[in-house]
């Protein structure tokens, strides 16, 4: 059974940094892209950053320089780490996982920028 357990949000100030993962289990981790999305109150997902199996990554235009996707093989796990937070980038991060076409979300993890 796939499973997509995001962790690392939380309160965090203007300028501030935030390291988010996503652990992942049930499938072979590494052959298969992953992705960050978030949703902000009121707005739709939209995608931050995609790393593929051979590590190659996309971002999101606005969050280059601030944003940075990694990976893990041996832990199965996919990082996000979040550089100078400003207070737009409030949202819900979900990781994604594609596989053979099937999408697999986790359940999210809250941040929140604010003085």
């Known amino acids: 059974q796939v499973q997509l357990v995001e962790s690392g949000g939380g309160l965090v100030r203007p300028g501030g940094s935030l390291r988010l993962s996503c652990a992942t289990s049930g499938f072979t981790f590494g052959i298969h892209p992953m992705s960050w999305y978030r949703q902000a109150p009121a707005k739709a997902r939209e995608l931050v950053a995609r790393?593929?199996?051979?590590?190659?990554?996309v971002y999101v235009d606005s969050l280059k320089g601030r944003f940075t996707i990694s990976k893990d093989d041996p832990k199965s796990t996919v990082y996000l780490q979040m550089n100078n937070l400003q207070p737009n980038d409030t949202a819900l991060y979900s990781c994604?996982?594609?596989?053979?076409?099937?999408?697999?979300w986790g359940r999210g993890t809250q941040v929140t920028v604010s003085s």
């Open positions: 994604k996982l594609l596989r053979w076409g099937q999408e697999f």
């Open positions: 790393i593929t199996s051979g590590e190659g990554t």
